[in-house]
């Protein structure tokens, strides 16, 4: 079965800190993966997403994402953070032909001013 | 705003008493999906419509759950007979797309449920 695992529940950092966060998958096919962000108050939107090609995927706001098919990783990072990134960080894969999307359980990251 | 919109964005009822969420999609999006979130957890798939077909749904979704898209536009989820599992948050995603394509989903601000 189709599954994601995010190992960091919640994350505390200081502004300007480096940050990384861990998402591995379990996926028998071809695989998509998506990083959503929720700030607080406000709805699920992506961050960034891999589809094929380049395994490091650059996204909005300064994140970016590699995806090692030989470890089934696909880790988020950012050199260094700001307040405005507090939020909750879903991984995501799909696969098949709806695409529907399996997620992790998420990880919350707190950002010091 | 030409985003996903859900209505409403807070229910409350009481156990046992049956419940409709709507979920407007983007307007040129073919494809629909449900979702479903609980406290500390990322949303679980409930159901996909392509077009007005309901496609695939997931085992969560007890036949206590109903959900329609009659004309491949705006979609209901209707839950009856609630019960205090039920309070979640309730998301509704859109994507344009067809078989075996990948296109990002979009998400609106959900419908959350309280039952009493």
């Known amino acids: 079965a189709q599954s994601v695992s995010q190992h960091n529940h919640h994350v505390i950092l200081s502004e300007a800190a480096s940050l990384e966060l861990g998402c591995n998958y379990s996926?028998?096919?071809?695989?998509?993966l998506f990083w959503y962000v929720q700030y607080p108050g406000q709805h699920l939107q992506l961050l960034l997403k891999y589809f094929s090609g380049d395994p490091l995927v650059k996204g909005i706001k300064g994140f970016e994402a590699e995806f090692i098919k030989s470890k089934f990783s696909f880790n988020l990072r950012k050199p260094s953070v700001q307040w405005s990134d507090t939020a909750e960080y879903f991984c995501?894969?799909?696969?098949?032909?709806?695409?529907?999307?399996?997620f992790g359980t998420g990880t919350l990251l707190a950002v010091q001013p | 705003d030409t985003g996903v919109s859900q209505d409403p964005r807070h229910k409350i009822t009481k156990r046992g008493q049956n419940v409709t969420f709507r979920c407007d999609p983007i307007s040129e999006h073919n494809r629909l999906y449900w979702y479903r979130q609980t406290l500390g957890q990322g949303p679980e798939f409930l159901t996909y419509f392509q077009n007005e077909a309901q496609l695939e749904k997931s085992r969560l979704l007890s036949d206590r759950f109903s959900a329609e898209r009659p004309k491949g536009s705006f979609s209901t989820l209707e839950i009856q007979r609630t019960e205090q599992g039920d309070s979640a948050m309730y998301l509704c995603a859109s994507s344009l797309g067809g078989t075996f394509i990948t296109s990002e989903q979009f998400f609106g601000p959900g419908t959350r449920l309280t039952v009493l």
């Open positions: 995501a894969v799909t696969g098949g032909a709806t695409n529907k999307l399996i």
């Open positions: 996926y028998g096919g071809t695989v998509n």
